[in-house]
């Protein structure tokens, strides 16, 4: 078997600014790979380069996720295998990204995980943020509610995040989060809805309401508006097919009914952004946070 210090392979280790640790995989929670978009999004619009990657050998069932063959402009046979890569993402703003994606691995997420950690570890984040999206009674027609969690006190209060509550089988995502607690490493959970109705990729509104959150809670820009005509675009072909059946137009009306009695009030982009400017502060002044344990309860 291969040793283990070998599967993350570095091309080289970046020096940035005051990181932070981006985590999507495409599968079961990224519905219509809303997530896995974003991010990729932010690869193209930043000066990003792959940094590392993980072998994918000892991973993947290629049974289940299947290596890609193509032929080349010389008639070679080439094979794409499923990996997961990283990325580096310089930005305009006060901290970079370091970028995690790929196919979620069938096999041994423990090791994946602490391969997770040592990267944020190596490059310096201050943070990661998991996201992610899943199917549900959102109508298309009205805004797409991401939902937020984080299972450090302070965050949860400052970013007007939720606790985890969720019990039952978990993926990739899971893992990586309670390894990263673990290691004392801040982790927040972004998950976009996305209509069950329309579960398909791609879906440019989902994408859109995950770099935007993305960019209230980090300040980090993301460029979300620059999909404004994709979303456009996306809705008028899915209102044409829901307006073609009369009983796709009953369903959706009664789920915007459901989703106007239902609507909540975010704080705003700014507010977001300082509480977590604060938070990662106090992490780092000594004797004034620090030393803070991300398991202790808030007093």
Request: net charge negative; charged share 25%; aromatic share 6%.
């Amino acid at each position: 078997m291969q040793n283990s210090r070998d599967e993350l392979i570095w091309h080289e280790v970046p020096r940035l600014r005051r990181p932070l640790l981006l985590v999507a995989f495409e599968g079961l929670f990224d519905a219509a790979e809303a997530a896995t978009s974003a991010l990729q999004w932010i690869c193209k619009r930043t000066d990003s380069d792959e940094v590392a990657m993980i072998d994918p050998e000892e991973f993947y069932n290629f049974q289940e996720a299947r290596p890609m063959v193509n032929i080349d402009t010389d008639g070679r046979r080439n094979i794409e295998w499923p990996t997961i890569e990283i990325h580096s993402a310089k930005t305009e703003a006060t901290r970079d990204l370091v970028v995690m994606t790929g196919v979620e691995p069938q096999l041994r997420w423990s090791a994946l995980a602490d391969h997770t950690v040592e990267v944020a570890r190596r490059t310096g984040c201050e943070m990661v943020v998991t996201v992610g999206a899943f199917v549900g009674m959102v109508p298309h027609t009205r805004p797409f509610s991401v939902t937020g969690s984080a299972a450090h006190p302070q965050l949860v209060r400052r970013l007007n995040l939720s606790k985890p509550a969720y019990q039952g089988p978990t993926g990739a995502i899971g893992v990586i989060i309670e390894r990263m607690e673990r290691a004392n490493i801040p982790a927040i959970s972004l998950r976009v809805e996305v209509p069950h109705y329309v579960p398909g990729p791609p879906n440019p509104k989902a994408t859109r309401a995950l770099l935007r959150r993305l960019q209230q809670t980090t300040g980090v820009p993301t460029g979300y508006e620059s999909l404004d005509g994709q979303v456009t675009d996306w809705t008028n072909r899915v209102d044409q097919a829901v307006l073609a059946d009369d009983d796709s137009r009953e369903y959706v009306a009664r789920l915007e009914q459901q989703a106007d009695s239902n609507e909540e009030m975010l704080p705003s982009g700014d507010d977001l952004a300082g509480e977590l400017e604060a938070f990662l502060r106090e992490l780092e002044t000594p004797g004034d946070g620090a030393d803070i344990d991300l398991h202790d309860e808030e007093e």
